[in-house]
């Protein structure tokens, strides 16, 4: 099939990859001519496990194709995917501008039939006003199909190519056949393609979004009662996630949920919901549980320091949203580094991959260190921000030499703790026990 993608970010990159995978022919656009340029020299503009393979192998195969000329891209393609930003506006809700203007641009240009597809999340409604725009422009026929992306970053590639399902969102019986066919090898393992209408397809991928952020949330405060009443949050998670009905996925408590994906679609469904004079409580609360947790590790240092830390050296472990990936959006290592300038402290980090987009946002407001162990020289406290494998298992003795103190603040609750127990840290994780607290404290 001859396929286009409009927009060569995160989303973009990885279907138009993972389609042409699959045989199609797919030619992808942006308007930045740098990055199209580099693309065509083979060069990836991410970091996504896997991607790069597939990535190189198509370009050479001749079935992946990038460009900025919009017109030649779609001519003859029978979908057009939109996979443009949609950021949140000044009020919280998406902003649709790049999705309407490309929207306009492609009316303009074309001369047959066609499906297109909105790929980026998009608010209940997005499909009528594509629709309402191509009606403007043009008097050539399309259907405008809702098609949300539900790939995890670091995991992308596995999810595009083995989806637990699909949700194609449409009325029209021709872009209905052609989806299904275009799908149709990604869903060989059993699981199914989920024809639905626009608006559903679109509410779908807000709800699975907001919910999973709930869910992380919830287990978030049960993990910060745990430490109100000397429970472990590992051993309630067990038991509690051994329910099918709750699943053992999603349940890891940690320092809030960030990401491109859950503080934008959690801010945004709450806005539509507010816009249809709906009051979505659950989802009020879970932003605002969201904050508190980002802060959390601040505010057991503050405890642990009496509220005084300034001058304070700490080694940050881990900057990304999560491991696998260089992103840093919304990440809370980015607020925990905010916290603690203002309260005068030193921060020296390290991460295996996002270093470079941090310093292009923070500059020299921080040190940066090229390992692990080097981060920790001189610290008094490390913190664990992301949970990256390389991690896991560190040289603890190491790690004692070259602290100044044996202090271990964990937000991603790395560590068993007798391990930690038996090397003398002081290790403060999260819904779990405080390890050699008195110890420390008289130290
Ligand atoms: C998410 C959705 O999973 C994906 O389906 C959607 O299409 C895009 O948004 P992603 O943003 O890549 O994907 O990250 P995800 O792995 O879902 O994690 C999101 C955040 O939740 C991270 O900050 C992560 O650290 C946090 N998280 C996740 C937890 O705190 N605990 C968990 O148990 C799982």
Redesign the pocket.
Known sequence: MEIAIIGTGYVGLVTGTCLSETGNHVTCVDINEQKVKMMQQGKLPIYEPGLEQLFHRNINNERLLFTTDLAGAIQNASIIFLALPTPPGGDGSADLSYVLGAAKDIACLISSYKVIVTKSTVPVGTADKVKAVFEKYTDVEVAVVSNP??????VAVEDFMKPDRVVVGTTDQRARKLMADLYSPYVRQGNPIIFMDERSAELTKYA??SF?ATK?SFMNEIANLCELVGADVDMVRLGVGSDERIGKR???P?IG??????PKDVQALAKAADENNYDFRILNSVMSVNEIQKKILVEKLKKYYNGNLEGKRFALWGLA??PETDDIREAPALYIIDELLKAGAVVVAYDPEAINNVKSQLADSILYANDLYEALVGTDALLILTEWSAFRNPDFDTIKLNMKDKVIFDGRNLYDLQKMEEHGFYYNSIGRQVVNEFKQQTV
């Open positions: 992306e539900f790939l995890r970053e670091g699975a979004n999973l992380i999603f349940l890891f940690g949920y960030g990401g491109s994906c859950f949203f999560k």
